[in-house]
């Protein structure tokens, strides 16, 4: 299935291209006066900044520019593409040449690639830190494990100091540049021959993970069965059938799941496309059946209730045995009266103009024409979720893959939860800003767990299939990147790799021993 055309998409593809053109087209003139009054390196306030006068675009600039944009687009290509990576970065690169050159980039390893192409300094996009790669590192699992930077600190390590992490926290780590280090990650997870079998990636489950928040904060709510006492938050995390995590959205308190789970469907982060969503019996209603029969999407929720569900028919034709479990009539003549509604409805949502959470809420309120375009939206729901019962009731398969699916989704919270131990697994960010920063290096950490499980998965397969054992396809398919019996997760952290593994390419020696029987 192709993905539908979004022109605001392209429309902002090609002002951001405009822009960046014109950035790197300008040269800067050369700062003239004292030389105290000069810039030593240091830099420019946001004062200096603006005081610095205009320049006009030149031929020789512009040419040069677009020569350093396709090094930069060649340079890119290995790590998922340059139109994922953030404007700013891609501009900032561009511009200043003469500080960070792209053959200096290409010779790097992949972690300081994707540190430098995707973390930027929030204030100097074009400034560059050393072994900013190693300090990103610490400071991720610091966030995800939930332990603070004791752990990570090195005195001795001018990247490692408590210092130099507070400040990369604080100017590289940001919720969009988290989401392009992900999509890097998924991306290349995806490619992966193992990660194909595993699934293609169209099918994805959406389950909450929930988190106590021990403040008091309005960003946090009260739940006696999650939380007991106390407040907190529920992470809604999209994972796809080859286990990599494609997009998280944070909420506040438990509630309901359906608002939520297009939103990340329609704003994709990752060259993932799923056009199945799998979540379980809480997380549908006939509003959301609508929305993805509109959107063109299949819904497949797990029903805990089929016996009891309520069919619904078009017409009244005799449907034989049926006719006395589909007693319910869709009303088609208002879906004719609000189809242009219903239209609309669709096409706001794909061109982004609002999002599925908001439209939701606002189809609650109680204005005439909202409550009728609400009911008219549910009986298209209604249809769209008879059929999916028929289906989930006749046909075996279906139902496994449903379970399967959602079996990945929770082995995957599984694995954030063991990640994220310190402080007994709560969240102490009082702010949505910081939980989400929070959550999302925790994501992050955990798409790197899978990454590595499955590269090495895969090295363990070819060595088995070079040593003439026979692995059966079955047996494969069963396999799983969520374990952590060879990672340890608490202690002492050193961030430091061998010099084996520096170059590109380079990998661990794998544990060929045979194991011993007890």
Not at 89 to 114: C, G, H
Not at 490 to 510: Q, V
Request: hydrophobic share 35%; aromatic share 6%.
């Amino acid at each position: 299935m192709g993905e539908p055309d979004r022109p605001t998409e392209i429309h902002r593809g090609r002002s951001d291209c405009a822009q960046l053109l014109g950035d790197v087209a300008r040269q800067r003139p050369e700062v003239t006066g004292p030389a105290d009054q000069r810039p030593t390196g240091r830099r420019l306030s946001a004062l200096e900044r603006l005081r610095r006068p205009e320049v006009e675009p030149t031929i020789g600039g512009l040419i040069g520019g677009l020569a350093r944009v396709r090094e930069l687009r060649a340079l890119a290509d290995g790590l998922g593409g340059l139109d994922a990576l953030p404007v700013a970065r891609v501009r900032a690169l561009t511009v200043d040449a003469e500080r960070t050159r792209p053959a200096d980039i290409s010779k790097m390893s992949d972690a300081r690639r994707i540190a430098t192409l995707t973390f930027t300094n929030d204030q100097e996009p074009s400034a560059q830190l050393g072994d900013l790669h190693m300090s990103l590192c610490a400071v991720l699992v610091a966030r995800a494990c939930n332990v603070g930077y004791k752990p990570l600190v090195d005195e001795g390590n001018p990247a490692l100091r408590e210092a130099r992490l507070r400040y990369v926290a604080q100017r590289y780590l940001r919720p969009e540049t988290l989401a392009a280090a992900n999509a890097r990650i998924v991306d290349f997870h995806a490619k992966l021959e193992l990660a194909e079998r595993w699934g293609g990636g169209e099918i994805a489950s959406i389950d909450g993970l929930r988190f106590v928040v021990p403040r008091r904060t309005i960003h946090a709510a009260y739940n006696r069965r999650y939380f007991d006492r106390r407040r907190g938050v529920t992470l809604l995390g999209t994972t796809a059938d080859h286990y990599a995590g494609l997009h998280h959205v944070v909420i506040t308190g438990t509630q309901p799941d359906a608002p939520f789970i297009l939103d990340g469907l329609l704003d994709p982060q990752t060259s993932v496309r799923p056009h199945e969503i799998v979540t379980d019996t809480a997380g549908y209603t006939d509003v959301i059946f609508g929305l993805f029969r509109l959107l063109g999407y299949q819904y497949s929720p797990r029903l805990a209730d089929a016996g009891g569900a309520t069919f619904w028919r078009i017409n009244p034709t005799d449907h034989g045995p049926l006719n006395r479990l589909a007693r319910h009539q869709v009303n088609t003549p208002l879906i004719e009266a609000h189809y242009d509604d219903l239209l609309r409805v669709a096409g706001s949502l794909l061109q982004r103009h609002t999002t599925a959470s908001q439209l939701v809420r606002a189809l609650r309120s109680h204005t005439r024409h909202l409550a009728s375009l609400a009911r008219a939206l549910q009986h298209v729901g209604r249809a769209a979720k008879t059929i999916h019962l028929l289906d989930y009731c006749n046909d075996q398969p279906f139902r496994r893959r449903i379970l399967t699916q959602l079996n990945r989704g929770e082995s995957r919270h599984a694995l954030a939860r063991d990640v994220c131990h310190g402080h007994r697994g709560e969240l102490r960010q009082r702010y949505r800003h910081g939980q989400e920063q929070q959550l999302g290096a925790l994501g992050l950490i955990v798409n790197a767990i899978v990454l590595y499980n499955t590269i090495y998965t895969q090295r363990a397969l070819d060595h088995l299939a070079a040593t003439g054992m026979r692995v059966d396809d079955v047996d494969v398919e069963r396999l799983s990147p969520l374990g952590t019996d060879h990672i340890t997760l608490t202690g002492r952290y050193r961030i430091a790799l061998p010099d084996a593994l520096r170059d590109r390419g380079g990998y661990r020696e794998l544990n060929t021993t045979p194991a011993v029987a007890a």
